[in-house]
């Protein structure tokens, strides 16, 4: 029963930090207004830098998928575990 009132004041909280944000707009850069194609990646300048491609870091692609793969096992082995409890 006191789970489900945590549950409840944890969903107003982030509604009411959602509103918070949108509403006084933070997070924007003016400098970095891109319209409606803002969610494309290739419009952020100098993006090369941030590109998996990049030799600037040195990271090797299949280094960064072999990663996401074990992060992946481990959270559904983690998942299993939190169900069968």
Do not use: H
Not at 17 to 40: C, H, I, K, N, P
Not at 70 to 79: A, K, N
């Amino acid at each position: 029963m006191k789970y489900r009132y945590i549950t409840y004041l944890t969903y107003i909280t982030i509604l009411l930090s959602a509103l918070f944000v949108m509403t006084r707009q933070l997070g924007l850069v003016d400098e970095l207004d891109f319209g409606a194609g803002a969610y494309y990646y290739a419009d952020i300048p100098s993006f090369e830098r941030y590109s998996i491609y990049s030799t600037e870091y040195g990271y090797m692609l299949w280094l960064c998928i072999a990663l996401f793969l074990v992060w992946g096992w481990l959270m559904f082995r983690l998942w299993k575990l939190v169900d069968n409890s």
